[in-house]
């Protein structure tokens, strides 16, 4: 499995953006994607995360209620829609994932959905929050 990112760029604060993640390869195996991101000097962190089939979902707390991750089977393709973004924000955003069947809203990014947790990781888009 390939996976390519891409929508970053550059968004003065408040501003929205879209990211997309193109998979490719033998993607036939009912994966699970997440979103995550990595600030210059910090830990990459889980941002959201998104099950199979479309129907669970997971947001970290910094990022509910603005952000939604959603998918297009059809397409191979993972967005995550950003909205009301924050200086703090500005980061390099990962796609990545996983052949998993369990519930992201229930296993939470940290575990199921975690870094350590992902199998397949695609290079990751800039995202530069401006004040």
């Known amino acids: 499995v390939q996976l390519q990112a891409s929508g970053g760029g550059l968004v003065q604060a408040g501003g929205p953006l879209r990211l997309s993640c193109a998979l490719s390869g033998h993607t036939s195996g009912g994966y699970a994607m997440g979103w995550f991101r990595q600030a210059p000097g910090r830990e990459r962190e889980s941002v959201a995360a998104i099950n199979w089939s479309g129907s669970s979902t997971w947001y970290s707390d910094s990022v509910a209620g603005r952000y939604t991750i959603s998918r297009d089977n059809a397409k191979n393709t993972v967005a995550l829609q950003m909205n009301n973004l924050k200086l703090e924000e500005t980061a390099v955003y990962y796609c990545?994932?996983?052949?998993?069947?369990?519930?992201?809203?229930?296993?939470?990014?940290?575990?199921?959905?975690?870094?350590?947790?992902?199998?397949?990781w695609g290079k990751g888009t800039q995202v530069t929050v401006s004040s």
């Open positions: 990545a994932a996983v052949q998993s069947s369990a519930d992201p809203y229930t296993c939470g990014g940290y575990g199921c959905y975690g870094v350590g947790a992902m199998e397949y």
